[in-house]
């Protein structure tokens, strides 16, 4: 999906967002925000913060800073940090998760909720996360991705074509995305409705000798018991 076609859709979906995705994908937010068991004055980065739902679940004590390519939902997510007087956010520009314009070693964790499989190139954004990202630090990634039920990944494979005018492609590979980028995962989540998202933590080491299988992903997978 192109940028143009991709800020076309988060255009029309900008006044309706919250209402629609706000409580619907809310666990998986708080599910990340818990796992980033932040430390105080640690830099975070957000990419694709979108209106900034997540913005108010972060500790007063971080500093957090929130690209996305949309300038509707980012005048959302700024009317959100003015309102919510919410001093752990020191930014939130408008920038493309595939090029960002931050030096190397930047931030301490780098966050994209719902992002990966809205991007026209996924694996280039989980590049720039790492490069970005200090050595030690970590990514965390919640998305839905290519379900294994067979039924539910044939309906998936025929909104494919529509992804375009929905804003994001259903049938993004778990398996696929993780070959391309050697993300080094180090745990799996699901979250959501009927667990069908998963949450990522993953180490920002250069490119991951391993990673975990996405048949594995249980509500509780650990690299230990993958390795068992
Ligand atoms: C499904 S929304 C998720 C928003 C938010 N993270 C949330 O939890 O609700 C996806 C967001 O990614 C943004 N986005 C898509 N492509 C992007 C890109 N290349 N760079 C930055 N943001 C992008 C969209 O504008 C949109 O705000």
């Known amino acids: 999906m192109e940028i143009e076609a991709i800020r076309a859709a988060y255009r029309r979906y900008a006044r309706i967002y ?6 619907i994908l809310h666990p998986g937010r708080k599910q990340i925000i ?3 068991n932040c430390r105080p004055g640690e830099t975070i980065l957000e990419v694709g913060v979108g209106t900034g739902l997540s ?4 500790p007063g004590n971080v500093k957090v800073t929130g690209i996305d390519i949309s300038t509707e939902m980012l005048e959302k997510a700024r009317a959100r940090v003015n309102e919510g007087g919410l001093s752990q956010v020191q930014a939130v520009l408008e920038m493309d998760a595939e090029d960002l314009r931050f030096p190397d070693s930047n931030f301490d964790k780098v966050v994209a909720m ?6 026209s190139d996924p694996s280039r954004v989980v590049e720039e996360m790492r490069r ?4 030690g630090g970590e990514i965390f990634i919640v998305n839905h991705f290519r379900a294994r039920n067979p039924v539910i990944r044939l309906l998936e494979g025929l909104l494919s074509p529509l992804a375009k005018l ?8 778990l398996e696929d995305l993780l070959e391309k980028t050697r993300l080094d995962v180090v745990d799996i989540r699901s979250t959501n409705l009927f667990g069908y998202w998963k949450v990522l933590r ?3 080491s250069a ?3 391993r990673h975990l299988d996405a048949d594995d992903a249980t509500p509780t997978s650990t690299l230990e018991e993958y390795s068992k």
Do not use: E, T
Not at 18 to 23: E, I, K, L, R
Not at 114 to 119: A, D, E, W
């Open 166 to 173: 929905v804003g994001f492609h259903p049938d993004l590979a």
């Open 132 to 135: 970005v990202c200090k050595p």
């Open 114 to 119: 719902y992002v990966v499989s809205v991007v």
């Open 34 to 36: 818990d796992a980033l």
């Open 207 to 209: 490119r991951g000798p």
């Open 55 to 58: 913005l108010p679940l972060y």
């Open 202 to 204: 993953c180490r920002s």
């Open 18 to 23: 919250d209402a629609v995705f706000g409580p």
